[in-house]
């Protein structure tokens, strides 16, 4: 007999065009430091590390308020649906 016990997992819900702004700056923020900024926010995402976030126009504070979660779940959603 299998025991399926999958758990499922639920996220909060942030506003799309709020995760959009925050990244969008976050992205900004990043070029203008002269980093890679898809690499540095992979890197966030993968590692919950904040770090990887530069702190030039309040960055790494930005991206600490999306929900990690619902944002990969938003970015998945994304490539698979557009």
């Not at 942030?14 to 980093?35: F, R």
């Amino acid at each position: 007999m299998e025991n399926d016990n999958t758990i499922k997992f639920h996220v909060q819900n942030n506003s799309d065009d709020y995760m959009k702004t925050i990244l969008s700056a976050v992205y900004q923020a990043l070029t203008e430091k002269g980093y890679n900024p898809i690499n540095q926010i992979v890197g966030y995402l993968l590692s919950e590390d904040p770090t990887y976030i530069t702190n030039h126009n309040n960055a790494r504070s930005l991206i600490c308020k999306i929900d990690r979660d619902e944002l990969m779940q938003q970015l998945v959603t994304y490539y698979l649906f557009s």
